[in-house]
């Protein structure tokens, strides 16, 4: 997944010496989405990292409630998480190192971290859902990564020209009343006001009260405190949000 100049050369579908430049090349695929510059002359194609086995990721899982973003048709569209993860690695975010090796570096699973800043993120391709995890949780830093992640999902739809295509927040569901084998989600449902519920996607009509760990995604909300209206993914200043979906 790690590429140079001297390895676009060796692309022969791609590219054709004297026709363009291998700097073309990397403009072309930046632009599509398919490369994210890491720094010079080296860059990154999520399509060509390895895929981690699902019985191994639970190791780069953070403890807390991670937020899952579902896609309603039931299936992440092709090529639509490179996509998500080549958008990130554009902007303000890299790869997380450790003593100069990535410490999660998949096709199904990244660890990333905001220049400037210490948030790190972990995004996991879960088939249906990308499944968020942050591994410092606040409120703050909890509703600034969704709105990237979300953000980025749509922006990659928009590329890639998937349209109509929905997203609900979600988590792991806690349900009392359905068991948790195999592991299922609970969407997120706005309840009057400014309550939000989670809703079992197994047993219908059980819902419940999200938990802090779980609102925190949502709303700013300090222990004991109540709000009346949740941030606009707009306000976080990351990429031109790209226009509703249809």
Request: with cysteine; aromatic share 8%; proline share 7%.
């Amino acid at each position: 997944g790690i590429l140079s100049i001297k390895l676009l050369r060796e692309f022969p579908k791609h590219y054709r010496e004297g026709l363009f430049s291998p700097q073309d090349l990397v403009k072309l695929l930046v632009s599509h989405g398919a490369i994210a510059i890491l720094k010079e002359d080296e860059y990154l194609m999520p399509a060509l990292l390895p895929h981690l086995e699902p019985e191994l990721v639970v190791q780069y899982r953070c403890h807390g409630a991670p937020l899952m973003i579902r896609f309603t048709q039931g299936y992440i569209p092709s090529g639509l998480f490179c996509h998500l993860v080549a958008c990130l690695l554009s902007f303000s975010w890299q790869v997380c190192m450790e003593r100069g090796k990535p410490l999660c570096l998949y096709r199904n699973c990244i660890r990333l971290e905001e220049s400037g800043s210490s948030n790190i993120v972990t995004l996991i391709d879960m088939f249906s859902y990308v499944e968020v995890h942050v591994h410092e949780a606040s409120s703050k830093v909890c509703r600034e990564i969704r709105g990237v992640v979300t953000c980025g999902i749509k922006r990659a739809c928009s590329a890639l020209k998937y349209h109509n295509v929905l997203l609900e927040d979600a988590f792991a569901c806690r349900g009392a009343r359905c068991s948790s084998d195999p592991p299922h989600l609970a969407t997120v449902v706005k309840s009057g006001g400014p309550v939000f519920k989670w809703k079992c996607t197994v047993v219908g009509d059980q819902m419940e009260n999200l938990s802090i760990d779980q609102l925190m995604w949502l709303l700013d909300c300090p222990l004991g405190a109540k709000v009346v209206s949740s941030p606009l993914i707009s306000e976080y200043p990351f990429i031109e949000f790209p226009p509703p979906l249809s």
